[in-house]
């Protein structure tokens, strides 16, 4: 959704990544970067995919659906800046 709204979390980890009720809540967005404006906005949204992703693969998860790479794509696809 962030990235459908042209941001990225900026610190993205399991910390700040709740769930309730069966649903993603993320918590501490005060430091979310616009992806556009924001000169390091791809440098951010790849260190949140890759944190996120790393997280679930050290935890057993296939690495091909916690790849972060593939991540990093899919929400820049997202957020517009690539077709």
Do not use: K, Y
């Not at 610190?11 to 769930?19: E, F, N, P």
């Not at 979310?32 to 996120?52: F, K, S």
């Amino acid at each position: 959704m962030l990235a459908q709204h042209g941001f990225t979390h900026g610190d993205l980890s399991a910390c700040t990544v709740l769930v309730h009720d069966g649903r993603l809540v993320l918590i501490d967005l005060p430091q979310a970067v616009d992806l556009a404006a924001d000169p390091l906005g791809l440098d951010h949204v790849r260190r949140d995919a890759h944190n996120i992703a790393g997280w679930f693969r050290c935890r057993g998860a296939d690495e091909s659906r916690a790849d972060p790479d593939l991540l990093v794509e899919r929400l820049v696809t997202a957020a517009g800046l690539r077709s």
